[in-house]
């Protein structure tokens, strides 16, 4: 992937979001009503919605969150409205840029995303304009002080699941996965007794930009910042090597 560690921008990026835990439950919520809407309130039914719950304990959220948030969705499913949209373009310097919203209002999201890029120096372009230069992957982090299993057998119930790919950083394991073998690898892992740092299905840059003045960096972490404070978006994608 890139010189520095996935982990270390993981650990750093929920440091940052502690502050901010409102934002990350309204974001899992969303996806919460949705799988609930796509395929049904129970779990065992639903692999999204399996997917969904370990992410939401993953994130520290509480069971009874959870649960009201299904039990909610699964009685008030013709209220819930979310549209997927995602929108493509440029940081400073070229940097690509994915943002992938849900929202129930289409004129605001569309305005707000557009802001920050414009305030980050940055700039909104075409659909397909940078999805080309990433792939679509699941993505497993496993903290190595977290997990006692031997990295060779950690290797094979991975591989054996049906991952792509094993590799070991300095503090963690990557696991990654095709996209629809993500679920049955996750799940594979969570019943070995793995505790996993962060598990999604995530889009991974093929290539990495630098941003070497002071002012590039500036404009960048505020563009990622307005984003990141946007109810509407549910994750955003970048090739900023930081």
Known sequence: MSGHSKFANIKHKKEKNDSAKGKIFTVIGREIAVAVKEGGP???????????????KAN???NDTIERGIKKAAGDAASVNYETITYEGYGPNGVAI?????????NRTAANVRSAFTKGGGNIGTPGCVSFLFDRKGQIIIDKEECEMDPDELMMVALDAG???FSEEEDS????TGPDEFSAVREALEAAG????EADVTMIPQTWVELTD?????????LLDLLDAD???????HNWDE
């Open 231 to 237: 109810d509407d978006v549910q994750a955003t994608y």
């Open 194 to 197: 793995i505790t996993m740092v």
């Open 163 to 165: 991952a792509e790919d």
């Open 98 to 106: 994915i943002v992938d919203t849900l929202t129930d209002n289409k």
């Open 214 to 222: 002071d002012e590039s960096i500036k404009k960048m972490n505020r």
């Open 173 to 176: 394991f990557e696991v990654i």
């Open 42 to 56: 129970d779990p065992a039914n639903n692999s999204r919605l399996r997917d969904i719950i370990a992410k939401a």
């Open 60 to 62: 520290n959220m509480p």
